[in-house]
């Protein structure tokens, strides 16, 4: 599977200063031309209430990225609440299969965060050009979501608005999970209340305003995706919108005569209405339908990590701050076995990972320094990647949090943030 190319941290650091020093004047609009500091913006991807999302290519590195406005003045404190979990999460989480954050830059009054552009756009529109799919390619696909949402499950985050359209393709057709707006912080022992996700993908307990864990309603929401790309059409339908509601709460579907018994047995072990009885992510991976053809399961890409930390490192303890957590607190739940599994110690994990995947692309660039055996465009190359990203996160979480707040070094921004977010581009 071929990774695509991103900027680099320096190249994301020199869009944010460009971004930072250029007023609403010095916005270009030549010949119906765009351009947002290092970026120049080709087209809309999608738009709705409060947010935008812009095609952009790098000027230097002429990279296409996914460049998502979102407006933040005027709004209710439970969007910018959500706004705030998607900048964090985001920040913290590592895997092939979700869209990676390059960079965010805010304002008072506007938000704009740089991310991975998936070229062959979300799942519904792959599906409705491509037809139904069979099922080689549905298992394909859908193990690499199963991969994504279980390391989501795995860090006790539940993501609560899987559809078609928060699934993308990359040029390989590998898929980049968004959408990140929804998510929240889980634990085993305490039940959820929040209703939240697209109708169709809703599971019974959403429908009902049943308290749910949190992992169940992910669950749900990818078997109406594995159901859709294999009969190109949603499991539950109705004329109304409360006839969709009432199918979804009894659990009834037009079942795939013409599928497999072996998908056909998993679709049906997904839709069923009691969350205490529906298949779990781990039934899931070792289901019969999902293994066939390949000789490994599922990888959820998660590293190895100790049930206890008896010294945890001392500046990723103080990073917990930003996400709600004393250094206190963290390092108590680090040295108890119990406490493995809850939002607390994932999120030291997650941090500390990031650190260590740092120091490691550090080392790495050093090392070619001193040996000097690479050509001078290679070492210029690696050698942007000195600036520990994990710096990126500290600041990007720093920022996603100063809603109440005046960012004195971004005075002008907003305005220019302004004008592309109204400006309707040519699609």
């Not at 740092?358 to 080392?363: G, K, L, M, P, Y």
Request: aromatic share 8%.
């Amino acid at each position: 599977m071929s990774e695509p190319q991103t900027p680099t941290r320096s190249e994301t650091v020199s869009t944010r200063q460009s971004f930072v020093s250029l007023d609403s004047s010095k916005i270009h609009r030549r010949q119906s031309v765009q351009s947002v500091g290092n970026f120049i913006i080709d087209k809309t991807l999608a738009e709705k209430p409060g947010t935008k999302v812009c095609l952009a290519r790098h000027k230097k590195t002429k990279k296409n990225l996914a460049l998502k406005f979102i407006k933040l003045e005027g709004q209710p404190e439970k969007r910018l609440v959500r706004y705030q979990r998607e900048v964090n999460n985001l920040a913290l989480l590592h895997h092939p299969h979700i869209a990676k954050l390059l960079d965010a830059v805010q304002t008072e009054r506007f938000a704009m965060l740089v991310c991975e552009y998936a070229v062959r756009g979300d799942l519904l529109n792959y599906s409705r050009e491509q037809g139904r799919m069979n099922e080689d390619e549905a298992r394909r696909i859908f193990r690499q979501l199963v991969s994504a949402v279980d390391y989501l499950h795995k860090n006790c985050i539940v993501h609560r608005k899987i559809t078609l359209e928060t699934v993308l393709l990359d040029n390989d057709r590998n898929v980049k999970l968004v959408g990140f707006g929804r998510s929240n912080s889980f634990k085993w022992s305490r039940l959820l209340d929040t209703y939240c996700g697209s109708p169709f993908f809703c599971s019974p307990e959403m429908v009902q305003g049943i308290e749910y864990t949190g992992p169940e309603v992910d669950i749900w929401s990818m078997g109406v995706i594995l159901y859709y790309v294999l009969a190109g059409t949603p499991p539950f339908k109705g004329e109304m919108l409360h006839d969709v509601y009432d199918n979804i709460s009894k659990g009834e579907y037009a079942k795939l005569d013409n599928s497999s018994p072996e998908v056909r047995d998993l679709l049906a072990r997904i839709f069923v209405v009691d969350r205490s009885k529906r298949i779990t992510m781990q039934e899931i991976i070792e289901h019969e339908w999902i293994c066939k053809g390949y000789d490994e399961p599922v990888n959820n890409y998660m590293p190895s990590r100790a049930a206890t930390v008896l010294n945890p490192n001392e500046d990723t303890l103080q990073k917990m701050a930003a996400f709600g957590y004393s250094a206190a607190d963290a390092r108590a739940a680090l040295a108890q076995r119990q406490h493995a599994s809850t939002p607390i110690v994932c999120v030291y994990h997650l941090l500390e990972e990031t650190r260590q995947r740092a120091e490691s692309r550090v080392s790495k660039s050093r090392e070619m320094s001193r040996t000097n055996t690479t050509s001078s465009e290679t070492a210029k190359s690696e050698s942007l990647n000195v600036n520990p990203p994990d710096k990126q996160v500290e600041e990007t979480v720093k920022r996603s949090s100063q809603f109440g707040k005046v960012w004195k070094s971004l005075k002008q921004p907003a305005a220019k943030l302004k004008n592309t977010f109204n400006r309707k581009s040519k699609e």
